[in-house]
Each structure stands twice: as C-alpha cells, then as structure tokens.
C-alpha cells in the first residue's frame, strides 16, 4: 500500500518516528493510544474505570448511598452482570453534588424551614460548582452522558478585591486587575533597579543581568529608559477608549503608591501560578452540577432505593445485612448481600451500629469534617455585569463571614441572576450556620452592599446551606490530618470482610466529585477481584 507506515526496503523506524506517521495518519488520539499501548502514556488509573474482566452475574452488591461515588459504583458494577441495590435516606440523590431550585427544601437540624423560590431558570450549586480540566473521572462521565459543559470563570482581573483591613486602602473597592499590575510593576521596578546598580553582581553574569532586566521589565511593564513603573492600560483606565476626540484615545489610570498597596496586603488575591484544582478557567454543567447525579439516576432507575435509611450493618462468612429503617413510614426491615459497597460520609458512619473492628470504628471517628456554607441570591437584574462589566468570577474580601462573592458564569446578559453571597469555611461557617437563614441572608446582604452599592435594592430571593447541619452529610467534606492520612487512611482504604469503604473522604481530592469517582473505581476493582477469586 502506498501510505504504508513501513515499507520494504526503509529502515525500521524508531519508536518516535513511528508516532509521528501515527500521529500524522491518525491524529493525536491514535498517537496517545500507542504510547498507552507500549506503557509510555501520560494517562493515569483515574482517567476511566477499571477494565473488569469477566462476569459478576449471581453476586449480589448493597452500596450504602446514592451520592456520586455509592451510583458510580452500581453503574460500572451492573454492566458485568453484578445485581445491585443502593440505598439512600434521602428523596433525592446525588449526596453534595447538588443543585438548589425552585422547590428544593432545607434538610437542615435546628435552622428551620426553607424552601428555595428562585425563577424557574435560575438555580445554584449548593456543593461542587467546578471541575479542574484535569478531574479526567469527572469529565469521562460528562462525556459519556453528554452533559453539555461550559467554561466557569475561576478568576477575572475585572472582579473586585474590598478589604475593610487594608490600611490606606480599606474600604475601597479595586479591580483585582489593578492590584496585580501595581504590585508587580512596583516590585519588579525595585529588583530591576538593584539589578541595574549592581546590588546583584555577586549571584548574576553580566548576561544572567541582561536576560532578567529583560524580563522584569516586560513582566512588570516598566520604562526601559529608567526602569520605573508608571501604570499600564491592563489595570484599566479612568476613561476607557473609543470612537472620534472623545473619548479618543481615553484616559490612562494612575498606578497606586508602592507603599499603598504592599501595606495593605491586597497583594495576595494573586499567586504565581494557580493552585492544582484551581485554573483561571475551569468546567462546570451549564444546567447545575446536579445533571451528573441525575444522569446516574436515569440509568440506574429502581436500583435505587430512597427514603431507606441503614441503621446497622453486619456480616458473617456468607454474606452482608443491612438493618434499614423507611424515613416516611419508620417500617424496618433487612437487606443481604453478598457484599457491600459503603460510601456513606465517615461523619454519619460513625454513628451507625456496625461490627467493625475496634481499630477500624477507632480511624472512622478520627476523621474530622469541614464545616462550609454557602448562601444563593437571586437579583432582580445582572447590575455586575450592567453597571460594572464583570462577567463571572470572585470578588475578594475579608468582610466576616463572607470570605468571597461568586458572580455567575451562565446566562451571561439575561435579566437576573444568582449570586454566590458568600461561602465560608471552618470556625466562620459554623457561626454563621448556627443563625437562621434570614440572618444569614441579612449578613450576605450587608456584606455585599458594601461593594456594589446596588445589592440590597436587586435581592429578590436567597436559599443557603450550612452542610454540617444537614443530617446526612454533617460536614462539607473530610478533613484529614498528616496524623489521619497516616493512621486511619490506610486502614480504611482496606476492605472490612466484605465491606469496601469508599467516597470523597478516600482520595486526596476530597471535596472534589472526581474524589468520589476514583475512590469507587478503586474499590470496585477490589470488590471484583474479591468476588471472582471466590
């Protein structure tokens, strides 16, 4: 053929000049494909579930709630021919992958009754509202159940950074665009300066100078003549440019003072570089982060069984039993097995009656959960994006108990919209969790007036969460210790007999849906290691 790859006669080609004719007859995938096939692939275990070789027809397997990681596990599980049951306590699934709208109730202890009332278009991610380009788990399935995604604007030069603890600077409201041009204008201007004097001669060649002068003064905008930072257009201008003598050119802001801004610590709304799980632009379902839970629904149907709270859990030689008890009616009844599944939130588990061994029961009430809230606020109109040209992102401050203002990245130019009013962590949420929702509305609210003059006069509707309230979660996501991840991590990732432990809570993305997926991927592959062997 005359597109062979090798032909007769040609020299053997290399292993790099045969993924180049791969990659130039059939893409990169092909290319990728081969380096996967010869070992020498930059794919990992977690970018698609385990290859389960054989059948699991005539095995049995209880998985203990239908958050992400309890319907992941019966969804790969029932394409070998396993039979599953999950059981869930509540109505819906999903666990804290979930999305509040119009209807959706507070499961909260002691905070009272709140139904959410948003418009029928408008909703908001009470959990996970992201995914990093790199959750490869999280983004598989996405693609399997064709959820269309949308790009989440993680970071806007645009947004505001306000501190009421900033010195000079307090109280005032800057784009975070021009803290970052500021900061590092003045301090590149002061390195390139001790440069150019010499104050850097002992660790720098004559040439290393040349090349970071270079450097710092197109990183830090400064004057080549006299290396000083004098503002660039990027922090924005006071009159923005346009058409005929007015505005014309517009007009050039002026940069803050070096003393200013470094006194005021602003500087660090910016790194660097960003962190892991943290780009400028992420992922998110454009119709709210509960579509992957939903799309596991549809597929499962009555595998799952809701309202079924487990109130025990034994075994023996033979098989797994669940003790459940029916949230509506409170009916009980048993559920066996041969195995079983657990992904129940190591905060709930440990308040289950179980016959794990001491050690075991010892590193599940070890593991500590974070307390998080979060607060949703539906306006009458986008004045962020109306009035102030913001179009997604945080707005940074350290007004108590706000920690920062989510703006959303959809239905950019409709008439309303939902704000994230705050969300907060640790000791900071479980303050603000312990108030009633109109307090924590009436907190939201203040908060966010004092940076958008326009905020009270647009709230139309607000619906919050304080995850370590919510009966079957208590906590937002598992906080493990350098003491925990070494005692206790390692003993739970261990099968308990016939019980498999899994969830967010074991991985090193806890918090993260792509947690909950590769933790089950895991254990799944062990449960069919198990039941195959046997």
């Known amino acids: 053929m005359s597109d062979a790859i090798h032909s007769i006669g040609e020299a053997v080609p290399t292993r790099r000049d045969f993924l180049y004719r791969v990659a130039a007859l059939g893409g990169l995938g092909l290319a990728m494909a081969t380096m996967d096939a010869w070992g020498m692939g930059s794919a990992s275990g977690a970018d698609s579930p385990p290859l389960l070789k054989g059948s699991g027809k005539g095995k049995k397997v209880l998985i203990l709630g239908a958050g992400i990681a309890g319907m992941t596990s019966a969804y790969e599980l029932r394409k070998i021919g396993y039979e599953c049951v999950v059981l869930e306590a509540r109505d819906i699934a999903g666990g804290r992958a979930r999305t509040a709208r119009r209807g959706t109730r507070s499961e909260e202890i002691g905070s ?33 159940f064709q959820i269309p995604l949308g790009i989440f604007v993680n970071d806007n030069d645009a947004a505001y950074v306000y501190h009421e603890n900033a010195g000079a600077l307090s109280g005032k409201r800057f784009r975070q665009g021009e803290i970052k041009a500021d900061m590092r204008g003045h301090v590149n201007e002061l390195i390139a300066k001790s440069i150019h004097t010499g104050k850097l001669d002992e660790t720098l060649t004559a040439e290393d100078k040349v090349l970071l002068l270079d450097y710092l003064t197109h990183e830090g905008y400064l004057r080549a003549d006299d290396l000083k930072y004098v503002g660039t257009n990027g922090r924005g201008y006071k009159v923005n440019p346009g058409a005929g003598m007015e505005p014309g050119p517009g007009e050039a802001s002026d940069p803050l003072g070096f003393q200013e801004v470094l006194q005021s610590k602003l500087g660090k709304v910016y790194q660097s570089v960003q962190n892991f799980n943290q780009q400028v632009t992420m992922f998110h379902p454009l119709k709210g982060m509960d579509q992957i839970g939903n799309a596991f629904v549809q597929r499962l149907g009555n595998t799952i069984r809701f309202h079924t709270e487990v109130t025990k859990l034994r075994q023996d030689a033979n098989g797994v039993t669940a003790t459940i008890k029916d949230t509506h009616n409170g009916t009980t009844d048993t559920v066996q097995a041969d195995f ?42 986008r004045f962020w994006e109306e009035d102030d040209a913001i179009y997604g992102g945080h707005v940074r401050t350290d007004i108590k108990g706000i920690g920062t203002i989510t703006l959303p990245s959809n239905n950019w130019q409709a008439k309303k919209g939902v704000v994230l009013g705050y969300y907060n962590f640790s000791k900071t949420a479980a303050e603000v969790g312990d108030s009633s929702h109109q307090e924590r509305t009436e907190l939201a609210v203040s908060g966010g007036q004092k940076i958008f003059p326009q905020y009270r006069e647009n709230v139309e509707s607000s619906f919050s969460i304080a995850w370590q309230k919510v009966p079957y979660s208590r906590g937002g996501w598992a906080n493990w210790t350098p003491e925990t991840r070494k005692s206790a991590y390692p003993l739970l990732l261990e099968p308990q007999g016939r019980v498999f432990l899994a969830g ?5 993305q806890t918090g993260w849906i792509s947690g909950a997926i590769e933790s089950a991927w895991q254990q799944i592959g062990k449960l069919h290691q198990r039941a195959t062997a046997s």
């Open 112 to 144: 009272g009754n709140a139904t959410c009332a948003f418009d029928d278009q408008d909703f908001f991610n009470l959990g996970p509202m992201r995914i990093p380009y790199h959750h490869r788990s999280t983004l598989h399935y996405t693609r399997e």
């Open 340 to 381: 079983c599944i657990c992904t129940i939130p190591l905060s709930v588990l440990r308040h289950i009656d179980t016959d794990f061994s001491e050690p075991v029961k010892a590193a599940i009430a070890s593991v500590e959960y974070a307390s998080a809230g979060k607060i949703g606020i539906q306006m009458k109109r």
């Open 504 to 508: 967010e809570h074991l991985s090193y």
